[in-house]
T-cell receptor, first 115, second 109 residues
């Protein structure tokens, strides 16, 4: 048990659907992250929040919309996705973003399939 | 550009030793991480190196040479449960993690 939970674990959606991914961390961390993991590719950082403020948006298409209502919860709202968006979406948290030694704790991920 | 290179796949025998290499080129360096990821599971933290040298933690050791932009993860007394992907990641000048694509390690009896 890593202290970071994600729901749903699996999601199949059509290109016209709207859905949301949820992440919750129980570790008292201040930073939360969304990553995309595709087969045989490096983890792609999508968004970073530190103390509820978005600090990174790595040129992510607007069809992905993050929301961080508090330091424990992070959402990723999805709409009009493309088949190439099918991937494992991982949430992570860390104590802070401004120190190199803070390891990130990952949730189990949401396996997303866009049809 | 920033780049992390590690082998795509390695095979080793139960009880043996395996070394997984990672080379990096990044804008700045604030440490290097190794994570383990079993199939269908979350990545979990293994080690962090910021100074040159070897860090030992049980059966796992991690080495760093900053001048060479090189690290390796050494796994001893391999067990079947060590079959997993091993991810190398470097913290750059903005403390952002740059990830390698991972090395899939297959352990054979």
């Amino acid at each position: 048990e890593t202290g970071v939970t994600q729901t749903p674990r699996h999601l199949v959606m059509g290109m016209t659907n709207k859905k949301s991914l949820k992440c919750e961390q129980h570790l008292g961390h201040n930073a939360m992250y969304w990553y995309k993991q595709s087969a045989k590719k490096p983890l792609e950082l999508m968004f970073v929040y530190n103390f509820k403020e978005q600090t990174e948006n790595n040129s992510v298409p607007s069809r992905f919309s993050p929301e961080c209502p508090n330091s424990s919860h992070l959402f990723l709202h999805l709409h009009t996705l493309q088949p190439e968006d099918s991937a494992l979406y991982l949430c992570a948290s860390s104590q802070d973003t401004q120190a190199s030694s803070y390891e990130q704790y990952f949730g189990p991920g949401t396996r997303l399939t866009v049809t | 550009g920033q780049n992390i290179d590690q082998p795509t796949e390695m095979t080793a025998t139960e009880g043996a030793i395996v070394q997984i290499n990672c080379t990096y080129q990044t804008s700045g360096f604030n440490g290097l991480f190794w994570y383990q990821q079993h199939a269908g599971e979350a990545p979990t933290f293994l080690s962090y190196n910021v100074l040159d040298g070897l860090e030992e933690k049980g059966r796992f050791s991690s080495f760093l040479s900053r001048s060479k932009g090189y690290s390796y993860l050494l796994l001893k007394e391999l067990q079947m449960k060590d079959s997993a992907s091993y991810l190398c990641a470097v913290s750059d000048s903005n403390y952002q993690l740059i990830w390698g694509a991972g090395t899939k390690l297959i352990i054979k009896p």
